[in-house]
Structures are given as structure tokens and as C-alpha cells.
């Protein structure tokens, strides 16, 4: 290694893990690549904070995403505090706001949604697709971005709230039910759509819907999709959506107070 070179540190992950390299991050790309590029520049130019910036694709094929410094969350151990809840739930409504004027000019390629480029259907917008809270970074005690975009793709705004729901108040592990109520009540009024009810039953849908693209990812022989399967997935996913809908009925009653 010449002099000055940075030496590449590996930064685990769900899916893989990433490597950091000076001020950069580098990922294996994809056929979707050059959508979440896209995607990634155009919320650039429109203004919206809290994303990685995209310079390329480096000498072995890894795109290149710029580093932000923070810290990630251990969502096993930690439950992040109310205000980072706010704040991140802040930033998902601000970015669906923003990417819901955006309409790529024809077909793209979605890692979740095949080999074949789909248009946008009628109700949805370019979604984040795992704003679970292990892809938020942290300073100082604050929400300051969302990073791994590599899953983005069509969906409904409803969908990625849910699923920030699922490790954010979190509700794939049983909390005390006073937490899940405070909580999932200030993502309601920051997000400022849908009731709490209507939350719960888009969050049973969007988990199924996860552990599906899971499964079929490993058929597909997608590589990250390959690697969550060695911890577990996607029956893990089923075994947390069951014990959550079990735990579903006292939610939904302590609601109704």
C-alpha cells in the first residue's frame, strides 16, 4: 500500500456490511445502482439533508457514498430516546414530501422488485424501504441522517413509516405497553397522516411484505438477501410479525382509553 493510501476499514451489517475508506463508503453494486443514484442525486439537488452523496463507482466496482460521522443504533440493546424518535420521523415525512415530486422518466431496475424495470403505480412514491433504526445515524444525542439506500424502490408512504415503526418504538421485541402507547403516539401527530390504528395494521403488512422479499432475494441468489438468511431470515421476520400480532389486541385496547 503506497504512502497516504487510506486502508479500508469494514463497517458490518445486516445485509453485509460496507467498507469505509477516508471519508467515503464503498458497497457492492447491483443492477439497482444507477436508481438509487439517480434517486440519491436528485434529493441532493432538491435540498434534503440526512443522506449519503453519491461520487461514483471506484477501480473494483463499489459505488462510493460519502461518510457521515455518527454513531449507528444497536437496535437489540438500545431503544433510542423520544426526541430521536421525533426527529427521525421528522425527517421520513420531510423526504416523502420532497421525493414525492419525483417521477423517473420511464422503467428502472429496483432491488426489490426483480430483474425487470417497473414503473411508479398510481399512490406511490420512491420509498427509503428500511428506515429501521440500525440505518440512522446519531450525533450528539440527535437523528442527523439515514444511510444504506441500496434497498429504495416503489412503495407507499405508509409502508416505510411502518417499518420505521417496527425497530424504532420498536415493536418486533416487547417493550411495556405504556411505551408503545406514548411512543407510537408521537409518531402519529409528527408524521401526521394516519391514526394509531391504522399504523398498527400497515406495520402486520409491511413486516409479511419483508420477510416475502426476503425470501424471494435468496432465490433470486441475491447476495445480501443470502446473508440475512444465515441469521436467521426470513423466519425470523415471520416468528417477530406473529409474536406481534399476539401482542396486538392490548396495544390496540390501551389505544382505545
Request: hydrophobic share 40%; glycine share 10%.
Amino acid at each position: 500500500m503506497s504512502r497516504g493510501e487510506e486502508i479500508p476499514e469494514h463497517l458490518p451489517g445486516g445485509s453485509g456490511g460496507v467498507w469505509r475508506v477516508g471519508r467515503t463508503v464503498r458497497r457492492p453494486t447491483g443492477p439497482w445502482t444507477p436508481a438509487v443514484h439517480e434517486l440519491l442525486d436528485w434529493l441532493a439537488d432538491e435540498g434534503l439533508g440526512g443522506i449519503p452523496h453519491v461520487s461514483g463507482v471506484d477501480e473494483d466496482g463499489r459505488e462510493i457514498v460519502s461518510y457521515i460521522e455518527g454513531r449507528g443504533v444497536p437496535v437489540d440493546d438500545e431503544v433510542v430516546l423520544d426526541q430521536v424518535l421525533v426527529e427521525a420521523v421528522a425527517w421520513l415525512r420531510d423526504f416523502h414530501d420532497i421525493v414525492d415530486g419525483y417521477a423517473p422518466d420511464g422503467p428502472r431496475v429496483w432491488r426489490q422488485t426483480g430483474d425487470d424495470p417497473v414503473d411508479l403505480a398510481p399512490g406511490q412514491i420512491i420509498c427509503h424501504n428500511d428506515p429501521g433504526a440500525y440505518n440512522w445515524i446519531i450525533q450528539s444525542g440527535h437523528f442527523v441522517a439515514m444511510i444504506d439506500w441500496d434497498l429504495a424502490g416503489p412503495g407507499r408512504p405508509i409502508d416505510d413509516l411502518a417499518f420505521l415503526c417496527w425497530t424504532a418504538i420498536p415493536l418486533y421485541r416487547e417493550i411495556p405497553l405504556e411505551d408503545v402507547v406514548r411512543r407510537l403516539e408521537l409518531v402519529v401527530d409528527t408524521y401526521a397522516e394516519w391514526g394509531p390504528l391504522t399504523l398498527l395494521d400497515a406495520v402486520v403488512a409491511r413486516m409479511t411484505t419483508a420477510s416475502e422479499r426476503i425470501a424471494t432475494g435468496i432465490e433470486r441468489g441475491d447476495p445480501g438477501m443470502i446473508n440475512l438468511q444465515k441469521k436467521g431470515e426470513p423466519q425470523r421476520t415471520r416468528d417477530r410479525v406473529a409474536a406481534f400480532e399476539a401482542r396486538l389486541p392490548a396495544i390496540r385496547e390501551a389505544l382505545e382509553k
